[in-house]
């Protein structure tokens, strides 16, 4: 069975930084591209960054420049570090597998207060 559970979120204040991990079982983890993405409440998910197996990386124009995605087969964890965060970045925040998807777990709760 394959699953992706992730961690890592919390409240935090505005400025301050969260790291989100993501650890997946069940598929041969070093083989595929791995995304963030987050769902903004009654909007759709959108993707935030994506880390392909040669570890190039993707970000959305709204991310750049703070957050960084990382994945370390060995762990088979993919890893999103957030820095700067903004409260325009309150979202559930979810991994999944970039091109190949499987149903979506119950993403972590990133809340920034301003």
């Known amino acids: 069975q394959v699953q992706l559970v992730e961690s890592g979120g919390g409240l935090v204040q505005a400025g301050g930084s969260l790291r989100l991990s993501c650890a997946a079982s069940g598929r041969p983890f070093s083989r595929y591209t791995m995304g963030w993405f987050r769902q903004f409440p009654g909007k759709q998910r959108e993707l935030v960054a994506t880390i392909t197996r040669t570890y190039i990386t993707n970000y959305a124009d709204s991310v750049k420049g703070r957050f960084t995605i990382s994945r370390d087969n060995a762990k088979t964890t993919v890893y999103l570090q957030m820095n700067s965060l903004r409260p325009e970045d309150t979202a559930v925040y979810y991994c999944?597998?970039?091109?190949?998807?499987?149903?979506w777990g119950q993403g972590t709760q990133v809340t920034v207060s301003s």
């Open positions: 999944n597998f970039r091109d190949s998807p499987i149903d």
